[in-house]
């Protein structure tokens, strides 16, 4: 099974930053990966595909890059919605995994 | 708008069973391949089984293969889990998903909770 890590677990952060996280596959998934968002009490969103497509509807400040093993999911300015969860998942092969997260809170 | 609405969960004791449903509404049901997800209370989401279309392919999670048992009816837009033998390892928020060709899941429930307890 291919494992996802993501780094930081934990980011405090405040409007306006450029928040970057990281998210790594245990061995190369190409560029099969997508990007989530979750806020308290509701389901995930998925925000990026196929590791730098932006899902319609989107903010253009939220990015993705990378392939292979290593990704970034990139905030370029953090506005007070964006504070929630993040989760990268590959869909490369199954059983499909997902990181185990990303907290991104209020500094 | 696509709508899943997920039912079916509760409490169940360990060792018993559940069918969880998702009926969904607002899209092409036949023509997509569906996930169910589930989150345990305070944790991260795990992928749980995958049917296609037609349902002619189906996988599972390592954690429930062998007990769960992933269904749809198209004619009824619904999808189906079949959940047996559960531990309290399976409580967990269970989401339907619909999936963005093979990218990811682009369409949500807002969940069904099973609490597996004695």
């Known amino acids: 099974d291919i494992q996802l890590t993501q780094s930081p677990s934990f980011l405090s952060a405040s409007i306006g930053d450029r928040v970057t996280v990281t998210c790594r596959a245990s061995q190369g998934i190409s560029s099969y990966l997508a990007w989530y968002q979750q806020k308290p009490g509701k389901a995930p969103k998925l925000l990026i595909y196929?590791?730098?497509t932006l899902q319609s509807g989107v903010p253009s400040r939220f990015s993705g890059s990378g392939s292979g093993t290593e990704f970034t999911l990139t905030i370029s300015s953090l506005q007070p919605e964006d504070f929630a969860t993040y989760y990268c998942q590959q869909l490369n092969s199954y059983p499909l995994t997902f990181g185990p997260g990303t907290k991104v809170d209020i500094k | 708008e696509v709508q899943l609405v997920e039912s079916g969960g509760g409490v169940v004791q360990p060792g018993g069973s559940l069918r969880l449903s998702c009926a969904a509404s607002g899209f092409s049901f036949r023509h997509f391949t569906m996930h169910w997800v589930r989150q345990a209370p305070g944790k991260g989401l795990e992928w749980v089984s995958l049917?296609?279309?037609?349902?002619?392919?189906?996988y599972y999670g390592d954690s429930v293969k062998g007990r769960f048992t992933i269904s749809r009816d198209n004619s009824k837009n619904s999808l189906y889990l079949q959940m047996n033998s559960l531990t309290t390892e399976d409580t967990a928020l269970y989401y339907c998903?619909?999936?963005?060709?093979?990218?990811?899941?682009?369409?949500w429930g807002q969940g069904t909770l099973v609490t597996v307890s004695s």
């Open positions: 196929a590791a730098s």
């Open positions: 049917i296609t279309w037609d349902a002619a392919t189906t």
């Open positions: 998903a619909k999936d963005l060709y093979g990218n990811g899941f682009n369409s």
